[in-house]
């Protein structure tokens, strides 16, 4: 028998049991979903990128629990139990959740079973899971006093049309509420309601406080029909165009760029054209170098022999750091592509690494000045063959300005920004981007032993540029590799930060990068580098080479899983 006091302690006991479980649960309620749908509609995929079949599309605040990721995708459940792959970039994830803590999870070897159309919800959502656009707006912006709210970011112009080379209306102080109504085709000049005045303004100082760009219909307006005038006008601080920069030509009509996703190898000959098969790869890439006055109908050789072994060709065309300042010089580079371009390559890269004074004048690194060759370039190449792609010099990933001076390098973020402003956008199928110093797995976002700098891990860079151009463009590697002095000795004194890699690190981060990057659904085209070069000085590109010093391709077997 329980004597009253002993009672009396029980229930007691058990209230600050109940209170206790109440107070445990308390934080598990408040946390909410994992993630909830953004958009209007979502397409749900069966595997992390825009190539896999949609399995289901999930309605705006549609609750989720995330179950693992791979890149900017992560495999999540909806409420009803539908189990999918969403991109990261259209999902409001909970604050406290560490999306690198999800397990990380394989890409199925199918493209899935997609749903039937009488079971879709809405069949405008697009194929690139973005938000499908409102519809129901005319096709030069939205019906009037509607859009997107904004908020201008910066002093800047507003212009009545989508370019630096139309006037300037008003200039819009910093903070100003604006009503975002349509943009241009490239996505990097947005049409604005401020007050009582329309008008254009650079996407980098648009802020929208909800939704995307892509959402905003494509506009045409010209304000009060005023064309641009034939010389421009001067570009006041806060505005696109960079200093001293001229406006660019309009870009003529051009093929449909890159298509899908591929891999292949920066190669030094043609003698492991098997070995690159058998890695799964369909593009080979080598250098050009054009001097004054050269024939690019002198390229039709390593293109046909590219084409005769199976391989798509991405041909690099570079020049004379101290020839670019000539007079006539960009024409005749102009010239030089338009006649390789006619020759048949797939694509073309136009200059390499014009970051940094060992590639572009010394003090002349001006990503304005850039544009203005890419346009006359995209111009030449897309007149004498559109179906070949054009694809931006690929910057040097680095934040050594600090150290060596504006002069002499600027650091890639800056410089991927200024070409954005520049309206580089225009005149490119694919953002060039190089990753060659990566000793951590592309699957890392921290941890780097030497820092978190973003050019240390494989996300950092697909971010970083991925965002200086809002999206607008896809990314193309044309060189990304792993350094490994196995079978070789050691590195030099630069690059003794790769010294602990292996080639089976190597290989297995190679792998893991293009399956990265294919899933990611914003890179097409990933440039291994290199092949087989055999240079083991200064500058040991023999480190990189995938077919190491016995003949073997460690690299080659890790990459045919990715297939």
Same mark, same amino acid.
């Given at each position: 028998m329980m004597h009253r006091g002993s009672r009396l302690l029980l229930l007691t006991a058990l209230l600050f049991a109940l209170l206790a479980s109440i107070v445990g649960m308390a934080p598990a309620l408040a946390q909410g979903p994992d993630a909830t749908v953004r958009p209007d509609l979502l397409n749900m995929r069966h595997g992390p990128g825009d190539n896999y079949a949609v399995i289901a599309q999930l309605s705006r605040g549609t609750a989720l629990s995330l179950l693992g990721q791979n890149g900017s995708w992560v495999y999540a459940s909806a409420e009803d139990g539908t189990e999918g792959w969403l991109a990261t970039a259209y999902l409001d994830i909970r604050a406290d959740l560490d999306l690198n803590a999800l397990p990380f999870r394989d890409a199925p070897a199918d493209t899935g079973v997609p749903m %039937?159309? %009488?079971d879709q919800a809405d069949q405008s959502a697009p194929a690139d899971d973005q938000p499908p656009a409102d519809t129901s707006a005319p096709a030069d912006g939205f019906p009037e006093g509607t859009g997107i709210p904004a908020q201008i970011l910066g002093t800047v112009n507003m212009r009545s049309g989508p370019g630096t080379d139309y006037r300037v209306l008003v200039t819009v102080q910093s903070g100003t509420a604006a009503l975002a109504k349509g943009r241009n085709d490239a996505m990097d000049w947005i049409f604005v309601g401020v007050g009582g005045q329309d008008g254009w303004v650079f996407w980098e100082y648009v802020q929208l406080t909800s939704g995307y760009i892509s959402q905003l219909p494509v506009s045409t307006t010209i304000v009060n029909d005023v064309a641009p005038p034939s010389g421009g006008d001067d570009a006041a601080a806060g505005d696109s165009a960079p200093a001293g920069s001229s406006a660019p030509p309009p870009p003529v009509a051009g093929g449909v760029g890159l298509s899908g996703f591929g891999y292949g190898g920066h190669i030094d000959g043609f003698g492991h054209v098997d070995q690159m098969h058998h890695a799964g790869m369909t593009w080979v890439k080598t250098q050009v170098r054009f001097g004054v006055g050269a024939s690019g109908a002198d390229t039709a050789g390593v293109i046909n022999t590219a084409h005769a072994n199976g391989l798509r060709i991405l041909l690099s065309v570079v020049g004379a750091p101290g020839d670019v300042l000539q007079p006539g010089y960009f024409d005749d580079y102009a010239r030089f592509v338009g006649e390789v371009a006619a020759a048949g390559p797939d694509a073309i890269e136009v200059w390499n690494e014009m970051n940094i004074d060992r590639e572009w004048p010394a003090g002349h690194i001006d990503p304005g000045l850039y544009t203005e060759l890419l346009a006359k370039a995209y111009n030449a190449i897309k007149s004498a063959n559109p179906n070949v792609a054009v694809i931006t010099g690929a910057l040097a990933p680095t934040g050594a300005e600090g150290a060596f001076g504006a002069d002499h390098v600027w650091?890639?973020? *800056?410089?991927? *920004?200024?070409? &954005? @402003? @520049?309206? @580089? &956008? *225009?005149?490119m199928d694919c953002l060039g981007a190089h990753y060659n110093e990566g000793i951590v797995s592309p699957n890392q976002t921290s941890g780097d032993p030497r820092s978190e700098y973003y050019t240390r891990y494989f996300w950092g860079m697909v971010n970083t540029y991925w965002s200086a151009f809002g999206g607008a463009r896809p990314i193309c590697f044309t060189e990304l590799g792993y350094v490994s002095p196995e079978g070789l000795g050691p590195l030099p004194a630069n690059f003794l930060w790769g010294s602990d890699t292996s080639v089976a690190e190597q290989a297995q981060w190679l792998a893991d990068a293009v399956r990265l990057a294919r899933g990611s659904g914003k890179?097409?085209?990933?440039?291994?580098? !290199?092949? !087989?070069?055999?240079y083991y000085g200064s500058d040991p590109m023999a480190g990189y080479a995938i077919v190491r010093p016995d003949g073997s391709c460690p690299a080659c077997d890790a990459l045919a899983g990715v297939r």
């Open positions: %039937q159309p %009488q650091n890639d973020d *800056r410089y991927v *920004r200024g070409m &954005a @402003a @520049a309206g @580089a &956008a *225009r005149y890179v097409r085209l990933v440039i291994v580098w !290199n092949i !087989n070069f055999s």
